[in-house]
Structure formats: structure tokens, C-alpha cells
Nanobody, 118 residues
Framework: QVQLVESGGGLVQPGGSLRLSCAAS????????MGWYRQFPGKERDLVAS???????NYTDTVKGRFTISRDNAKHTVALQMNSLKPEDTAVYYC????????????WGQGTQVTVSS
């Protein structure tokens, strides 16, 4: 069974930094596009950043210049470095693995809470 396990969430002051990490197991990691999503209370889950299997990155406008997504295919991990955090970044962050070929496979982690508050 595929597992995505997030870590690194927590409480940080505005302007601070956090690094989220997602470890994938039982997955052919290097053929999957990886992403980080976040969900605000009462809202749908939205894409924050993604990195394709070829290393192409994409960011939602609100985090451009502040967040950086990266992947390590050898370690089966994807990370989200979050700098200059704002209170409006407070959300539950989810790791996602997505494969679209003849068949489509999507997997989610359990989520990790990020709270930006003084």
C-alpha cells in the first residue's frame, strides 16, 4: 500500500520559515508528479506547488518567491521550503503524488498543520 508521510509542520511566527517534507514508500517515485496542497477551514484543497517527474515546478501566485518545492528521487522525498510566512498561510498542508498515463493514480498524505501566528 502506497504511503505518503508528511512532517515538519508546526507553529511559527509571521516572517518565519518552515520546511515540510514528504516521504513516499511503496511507489515508483520517479514517474510521479508531486505536489503540495493546502486546505483552509471550510474550503477545498488547493494546489500550492508542484514538481513534475522531470523537475518542472509550478507555484500558486500567493507563494511565488516565498516557497520552494524540491524532490529527491533517490530518497523518495519531496520538500516544501516555506519562507516569509504569513498568517494567511495557516492551513493543513497535504502531500500529493499523481500519475497520469493509460491509468491514473493519485495518492495523498495525512496532512500536517501549519500555523503562522504571533
Amino acid at each position: 500500500q502506497v504511503q505518503l508521510v508528511e512532517s515538519g509542520g508546526g507553529l511559527v511566527q509571521p516572517g518565519g520559515s518552515l520546511r515540510l517534507s514528504c516521504a513516499a514508500s511503496r511507489i515508483t517515485f520517479d514517474i510521479y508528479d508531486m505536489g503540495w496542497y493546502r486546505q483552509f477551514p471550510g474550503k477545498e484543497r488547493d494546489l500550492v506547488a508542484s514538481i513534475s517527474k522531470d523537475g518542472i515546478t509550478n507555484y500558486t501566485d500567493t507563494v511565488k518567491g516565498r516557497f520552494t518545492i524540491s524532490r529527491d528521487n533517490a530518497k523518495h522525498t519531496v520538500a516544501l521550503q516555506m519562507n516569509s510566512l504569513k498568517p494567511e498561510d495557516t492551513a493543513v498542508y497535504y502531500c500529493n503524488a499523481d500519475f497520469s498515463g493509460l491509468l491514473k493514480y493519485t495518492y495523498w498524505g495525512q496532512g500536517t498543520q501549519v500555523t503562522v501566528s504571533s
